[in-house]
C-alpha cells in the first residue's frame, strides 16, 4: 500500500475517468514486433486538435464521426482514429454514452485559463503524464531527461520496438519541454493539498515500507454510507501512513494504475526541498 495523498480535488477526484491504454489503429491482440500503445501525437499538437472540438462542441458529448469532422477528417479512418486515441490517451477527450465523446473539465482549462494560471498548469502537467508509458517514464528519468541512448534503452526493455522507441523519444521530450514552466506548481500542489479534500491512493509495484508493516483491513462504514477499507504501516520514527478507500466496487486495473501515477508524482513532489518563502516587501 502507498502514502495517502491529499491534492486538490479538481485535479484528483475519484470521479474522473481513469485513463486507460486505447487501441490505436488495431485490435487487442499485440503481435511479436508490435509495442504497447502510447500517443502518436505530442501534446502540443493534441491540444490544437482538441481546441477544434470545443470551438465546435463546447462542452456537448458528441459522436466519434462528428468528433473527426470537427478536426477536419472527413470520416474514421486510420488518421482520425489515431488522433482520437491520442486526444483519450492525454486526458482531453472522454466517453459520453455509447458512443460519444466530450472535451474533458482538465482540456478547458488549459484551453480556457491564461498561461501561468495555477489550475492550468496543474491540468497542463495531469494531461502531459496521463499516457501510462510517459508517467512511467517521468517516476524513471524526472524532467531532467537522460541521452537519447539511454531511453532507448530502457524502452526497448520494456518491449517498444526501436522506431516506436524513437518517436515516444521525441514526443515525451517535446512534452517536458511544454510543461517545464508548470511542474513547479504541480509539484507543490501534490505536496501542500489541505488534508480536507478527496483522496487518492494505490499499491506502488515495490512496497516501500522495509519497516514494520501493519495492514488492518475493516469493512466499517464510512460517514458517506460506503464500505471503507483500512490500511496502515509504520514508516520512520513516529511517522504512521495510512491508506483508506471508501466504496463497495473493487478497484480495476485501470483504477490503479491512474492511482499509482499520481503516488509517483507525489514522492517526486515530497522528494523536492521546500521553497523558501521570500521576506515580503
Known sequence: ?????????????????????????????????????????????????????????????????????????????????????????????????????????????????????????????????APPIFSQMFEEFGDMLPSEANQRHWLIKKHFIPKASDTIIRIFRENMELVKDALGDYYDAVATAPKGNSTMQTEPRNALPTRKTELATSGNIAPTGKTLKSYSWGLSGS??????IAGDADLSGDDLETLRQFVDITI????????????NT
Open 268 to 279: 517526486k513532489a515530497l522528494s523536492r526541498p521546500a521553497k523558501k518563502q521570500e521576506p
Open 1 to 129: 500500500m502507498s502514502t495517502i495523498i491529499s491534492p486538490i480535488t479538481r485535479l484528483f477526484n475519484l470521479t474522473l475517468t481513469p485513463v486507460r491504454s486505447y487501441i490505436v489503429g488495431g485490435g487487442n491482440e499485440m503481435s511479436k514486433d508490435r509495442s504497447p500503445n502510447y500517443p502518436q501525437l505530442g501534446l502540443s499538437e493534441a491540444l490544437e486538435k482538441v481546441r477544434q472540438v470545443y470551438d465546435a462542441e463546447h462542452c456537448h458529448a458528441a459522436s466519434r464521426e462528428v468528433v473527426v469532422q470537427d478536426m477536419g477528417y472527413k470520416n474514421l479512418n486510420g488518421a482520425s482514429l489515431t488522433v482520437l486515441g491520442a486526444l483519450r490517451h492525454y486526458g482531453l477527450l472522454d466517453k459520453a454514452g455509447s458512443d460519444g465523446l466530450v472535451v474533458t473539465s482538465d482540456a478547458v482549462d488549459i484551453l480556457e485559463l491564461p498561461k501561468g494560471d495555477k489550475a492550468r498548469n496543474m491540468a497542463l502537467c495531469k494531461c502531459a503524464l
Open 239 to 244: 511517522t504512521t501512513a495510512r491508506l483508506e
